[in-house]
């Protein structure tokens, strides 16, 4: 017997303090409007700029990061494939742009413990798409161009106007986290 899904909530993004709030880890969302994406590399150079107290080119207030390292748009398309990249490798500069106003990630994958609680601190949330459905999401995404360092190619900092699109709340601006809420649900005594 399959128990069927709750209906995604509509959240619109970027986040407002309210949506934040509200947001629960275990929440499945469709999110619309638009996010930034950024990778390592990115990472690396938002953090080294805020490191030397020089303006970013983007202003992180309020904004959701997806993880992304979008494929190359096929003829025609907006976006080929855009998978979700392994959060963890970007827990070195969270903290830091979580503290900039960074109110959403989007990612797959574990949170380390100073990024928690930076987004309990400063209350921010972590959502997780799915990773093997790029091309899927991929059709969430509306439009795209590229903000901030083009020489990265597709890893390059951009904004992505979308609709519906598919995340769950992994750990909510309360530290609440769905891997370990889920793990002891069902861990066995």
């Not at 069927?4 to 409007?33: C, F, N, R, W, Y």
């Amino acid at each position: 017997m399959t128990k069927d899904l709750a209906e995604p909530l509509k959240i619109q993004v970027p986040l407002s303090s309210g949506d934040v709030e509200k947001l629960k880890a275990g929440d499945i969302v469709h999110l619309t409007g638009t996010v930034l994406t950024a990778r390592d590399v990115a990472h690396q150079r938002l953090y080294d700029l805020l490191e030397k107290q020089e303006p970013l080119p983007v202003d992180l207030k309020g904004q959701v990061i997806y993880y992304v390292g979008p494929a190359p748009a096929r003829p025609g398309q907006v976006m080929n494939s855009a998978g979700p990249t392994t959060s963890s490798r970007m827990d070195k500069y969270s903290p830091r742009l979580i503290a900039e106003g960074l109110t959403g990630m989007i990612g797959k994958g574990y949170r380390s413990d100073a990024v928690v609680e930076a987004m309990k601190k400063h209350r921010c949330v972590y959502f997780a798409a799915v990773g093997g459905a790029a091309a899927l999401i991929a059709k969430s995404i509306k439009k795209s161009e590229v903000l901030a360092w083009e020489d990265l190619g597709t890893e390059a900092v951009r904004r992505m106007q979308v609709e519906s699109f598919p995340a769950i709340v992994i750990i909510d601006a309360n530290g609440n986290d769905l891997y370990k809420i889920g793990r002891e649900k069902y861990k066995l005594t």
